[in-house]
């Protein structure tokens, strides 16, 4: 059949804008792999855990030799009495104490509330939205039940279709709050998204002494005070592991200017409050890669600073306006909230510590913490007795400059000049270094995802045997380089269909360039596993795994959906691959899942993030891990003052460390690696051979021995007191300090002996 030509011209309109619809909707799926998820399949949440409600008196429902866990039946509030102190701690705040204070009904009704339950809701155009409000103003059904050391109460809400149960109990010294997974119901469209408990326990007045410790980079103080006003009337978040943003290489995606300034990484699921004479420290002891650390200065609805952990059931996410060049990652308002409706199967569990008197401080906060992540096998003992402090020696070897017709391949340290430096230090009477080494692989630094072959250029396997054949022999670990995350687009070598981390909206995680993705969990576990069999073939005894230990993240992938807790489970496994494989492994970040699995950590935080809030930055973490585990901070040769920077290692206990090349580091220009400006090994090597000669004279006696105490005894003067007994004072400051008879030079460092507390 023939059409006309009228009528051929009357298909042709149609037809055209049917096949441009078709180049749209290609295009803007050009990014959105078969993997990506089409939206969360629902499921029925129904609680399995055994209930049997009865009636509990008020009063003392458990009891050990320091605590005695208190019920009030009336509003079904707990305290916990310290016993050693006769201090009572509440869960709750009476109003009423404030008489002063202007507080609206809201904030009254949170200072009455176990629990600020947020949870889903449908808005009128039926879309996802979320709620958040006290468990006074929800008004649940509460019912109790006695369990092992302790109570259990299960909150109904009837008019939602929901309820969940709460564990609260005493073991030692400890007070838990555990809610449990099996012991949700959700039997209509209603789904819980977060808890946040006890908001106010140990909720402290602007008159009241003492400070709030949260996890903020190394840890930060807020103190108490009189002054505190709209400045701090903000909330703060420390979020366990890493932010909701995805880090790429200079920069970072998925949050806005206003989460930059309010939320940072916590290392370690750990907080603290100090209180006159009275403190404890909270571990987030499950569930606490879904979970984040609300930090509440003074003046924010009431009077009252407060710290409280909040857990997260279900994520949320932004769905935001998109065009053919930007499908995902946009840092607009999104058009509504979507929910993932995938339940975060895990239990939540904080256990608050209390202190005795003499140690109620961060020092008591990180002795304490230190001694549960050893009794739980979560921290582990890497430094012997007599072991030298070593150096932590990053070695640059070579990347690739990118050309319009041939890319070139440069090398700052080849194998040989390696060798050449590992032999020159110990001559120098070095006694021991981490040796890393950066950009060994083929294409060199940056080219990700990288290969597990050695660059011919820098001489390739058998240069990279006689270094690890020298290192062994010396008993210097040697660690290579391996990043199982970044991938550079350019670079090939993987599938968009099911390697890379996909949005809640089943996008493409990328940076703003469009130029870098990252695996997903499963991929990067899978690829970096294989990469194993590689090393092993080439006789390598130690990995360097960049990355995994200072991020985690969501992947919305269809195929191999995963949450951060499932993240942080892949990122165990291969750490404990390479355990397995290699006889060591050193970690580029610190996140706490890392210190049970690693032989020594590389770019630890030495400072906070600047919030408004803090008072002062103190090296909490440090003060956790040292004597168990080697640390490295900032390498000298990258620091703007490289006094101070040594005075920070001492300070923080951490191992001299530096990040050298043999050539000058100009060669670098005009490569994704042109942030090293001095790194030349012959003009830092005699700064370096002093250092570390330096600190195992004089700061040997502290290396293997915990932390007992840390204090700023002024902005520039720094005292840290060792278990052992021995102490050191840091001065920053441009002139000498004296502290109860004890002299210390400007910008120089001190060390007493224990017993007769002379220099």
């Not at 990014?31 to 009063?59: H, K, N, W, Y």
């Not at 499950?286 to 609300?294: C, K, M, P, T």
């Not at 990122?571 to 290699?582: C, H, I």
């Not at 220009?669 to 000669?693: E, G, H, K, M, Q």
Request: glycine content about 8%; hydrophobic content about 40%.
């Amino acid at each position: 059949m023939k059409l006309s030509r009228s009528a051929a011209f009357r298909l042709a309109g149609p037809l055209a804008l049917l096949l441009a619809l078709l180049l749209v909707l290609a295009a803007c799926a050009s990014d959105r792999p078969e993997g990506g998820q089409d939206g969360p399949e629902s499921r029925e949440v129904r609680a399995s855990l055994p209930f049997e409600a009865e009636t509990i008196a008020d009063g003392p429902v458990a009891r050990t030799d320091t605590l005695e866990l208190l019920y009030d039946g009336s509003d079904s509030s707990i305290s916990v009495r310290d016993l050693r102190s006769g201090r009572t701690w509440n869960t709750l705040y009476d109003p009423e104490s404030l008489p002063d204070a202007k507080i609206n009904n809201t904030w009254k009704q949170n200072m009455q509330s176990l629990f600020i339950v947020s949870f889903s809701d449908k808005s009128a155009q039926g879309r996802d939205q979320v709620v958040t409000a006290s468990m006074a103003k929800l008004d649940p059904v509460m019912e109790a039940c006695r369990i092992d050391g302790g109570i259990r109460i299960r909150y109904t809400f009837p008019s939602m279709g929901l309820s969940f149960m709460a564990d609260f109990g005493i073991e030692g010294s400890a007070f838990s709050i555990r809610v449990p997974s099996d012991g949700l119901d959700e039997a209509s469209e209603t789904r819980l998204l977060a808890l946040e408990a006890a908001p106010f326990l140990g909720a402290a007045r602007n008159d009241e002494t003492g400070y709030i410790l949260y996890p903020d980079g190394s840890g930060a103080l807020l103190r108490f005070s009189a002054e505190s006003g709209s400045r701090r009337a903000t909330a703060y978040r420390m979020i366990p592991y890493g932010t909701d943003a995805f880090d790429f290489a200079n920069d970072r995606v998925g949050e806005d200017s206003t989460a930059r300034s309010t939320a940072s990484r916590a290392l370690l699921p750990a907080f603290g409050m100090k209180s006159g004479t009275g403190a404890y420290v909270a571990l987030l002891t499950e569930g606490e890669a879904d979970a984040a650390v609300n930090v509440y200065p003074s003046g924010l609805g009431v009077p009252l600073y407060r710290v409280a952990p909040s857990f997260q059931f279900r994520r949320t996410y932004g769905v935001y306006p998109t065009t053919v060049d930007n499908p995902s990652s946009t840092l607009e308002k999104p058009l509504f909230i979507k929910i993932d409706d995938r339940l975060i199967d895990s239990d939540k569990e904080v256990r608050y510590y209390f202190l005795e008197e003499g140690s109620a401080d961060y020092g008591g906060m990180a002795s304490t913490c230190r001694q549960v992540l050893l009794e739980e096998g979560k921290l582990v003992d890497r430094i012997q007795d007599g072991d030298p402090i070593p150096a932590s020696l990053e070695l640059f070897m070579g990347t690739t400059r990118r050309r319009f017709l041939l890319n070139e391949f440069v090398v700052t340290t080849d194998f040989r000049q390696a060798e050449a430096i590992v032999r020159d230090l110990d001559e120098a009477g070095i006694p021991k270094a981490f040796l890393t080494l950066w950009g060994w692989y083929r294409n060199g630094q940056g080219a990700y995802p990288a290969s597990f072959l050695p660059a011919p250029q820098l001489g390739g396997r058998p240069g990279l045997g006689r270094l690890a054949s020298l290192c062994r022999d010396m008993a210097w670990p040697l660690s290579l380089e391996v990043d199982p995350i970044d991938i550079v687009k350019a670079n090939g070598g993987f599938s968009t269909r099911g390697d890379i981390v996909l949005d809640g909206n089943g996008y493409a995680v990328q940076d703003r360039t469009s130029s870098r993705y990252l695996f997903n969990p499963v991929a990067a576990f899978r690829r970096t596993s294989a990469g194993f069999d590689t090393l092993s073939d080439l006789g390598i005894d130690g990995v360097f795994l960049t990355r995994i230990g200072a991020m985690t993240y969501d992947d919305y992938q269809r195929r191999n959906p995963t949450m951060r807790s499932e993240t942080v489970d892949r990122w165990r496994d291969l750490l404990r691959e390479a355990q397995e494989r290699f006889g060591h492994v050193a970690v580029d970040g610190g996140n706490g899942y890392v210190l049970a699995l690693s032989d020594h950590l590389v770019s630890i935080g030495e400072k906070d993030s600047g919030f408004v809030i803090t008072d002062e930055s103190v090296p909490f973490y440090q003060m956790v891990v040292h004597s168990y585990i080697p640390c490295s901070g900032q390498v000298l040769n990258l620091s703007h003052d490289a006094v101070a920077q040594v005075l920070r290692w001492v300070e923080q206990g951490t191992m001299p460390a530096f990040r050298l090349t043999w050539e000058s580091p100009a060669l670098l220009r005009d490569t994704d690696a042109n942030t090293l400006f001095s790194s030349r090994f012959d003009l830092w090597r005699d700064d370096l051979v002093r250092i570390v000669s330096d600190f195992n004279q004089r700061l040997a006696p502290a290396w293997n021995s915990p932390v007992r105490s840390h204090a700023s005894l002024s902005k520039t003067l720094k005292r840290v007191e060792y278990e052992n007994g021995v102490t050191v004072y840091v001065n920053y400051g441009y002139e000498a300090a004296d502290w109860e008879g004890v002299r210390v030079p400007a910008r120089e460092y001190l060390v007493l002996d224990p017993g007769e507390g002379t220099p």
